[in-house]
């Protein structure tokens, strides 16, 4: 399985929302506190884009000089529609300060220094050390995740179908009032997790390791299809 600090780091890279929060500072709209942009630099740190006039910019840049703490906190949604479709979350805390000169006209880049983190997700919760966390890889299908999973889901529904063969006693008899849909919750380097519903209700997760760690799309579909032969047997 990914450890924490890739976990942790995965979603940092990815697309899921987040929100920086700042104790102490109210804003009107809650998009005034997500970064429109968000990289993570050599030695861990985060770097979030704001525009120039964000409250969170002038909290930053009012408080050089002085520790100014901040979270920043992710929520990671599944992109395909499934019950309970919060797949987890992350939290970087540390010290905020402005950057100047990073970001382009009429935005500012502020830096996070990562004082500890942490994951919340479908393996668990663990916390992360920065070390950890400076050191992690995101996970190669990061960023194939979405169009991967709805992907499969709308075009490969018969075949996910299939995979409730491999459940051994969780496999439902067939009958239509206990039949299984299956959907794709997760992809990673490792395996294939999946969501089987039963009845539109009852629902449950199933984790499918590939024989050996992907590194790219291209070994993705392979390790799939061997998935799905294993399946049909």
């Not at 987040?18 to 970064?35: C, F, K, R, T, Y």
């Not at 704001?50 to 979270?71: H, I, Y």
């Amino acid at each position: 399985m990914p450890s924490a600090a890739e976990r942790t780091r995965t979603l940092v890279q990815s697309t899921c929302s987040a929100v920086l929060i700042v104790p102490g500072l109210s804003v009107i709209h809650p998009d005034q506190s997500m970064p429109v942009s968000r990289s993570i630099g050599p030695e861990g740190d985060l770097f979030l884009g704001f525009p120039a006039e964000s409250p969170v910019v002038r909290a930053a840049t009012r408080a050089q000089g002085d520790e100014l703490t901040a979270v920043l906190e992710i929520t990671d949604v599944a992109p395909v529609s499934v019950p309970h479709r919060i797949r987890g979350r992350a939290r970087v805390a540390g010290w905020l300060t402005a950057v100047p000169g990073l970001a382009e006209p009429g935005r500012t880049m502020l830096r996070l220094e990562t004082g500890e983190a942490s994951v919340d997700d479908l393996w668990g919760f663990d916390e992360v050390e920065p070390e950890d966390f400076r050191d992690a890889v995101a996970d190669p299908l990061t960023a194939h995740e979405t169009e991967l999973l709805q992907h499969l889901h709308a075009a490969h529904g018969d075949r996910m179908a299939t995979l409730s063969s491999l459940l051994g006693d969780r496999d439902a008899c067939g009958c239509p009032e206990h039949r299984l849909d299956a959907v794709p919750l997760a992809v990673d380097r490792f395996g294939l997790r999946v969501r089987f519903v039963e009845g539109g209700q009852a629902c449950f997760d199933a984790r499918f390791e590939f024989p050996e760690p992907v590194r790219d799309v291209g070994e993705l579909r392979r390790a799939m299809h061997v998935l799905f032969e294993a399946a049909a047997c």
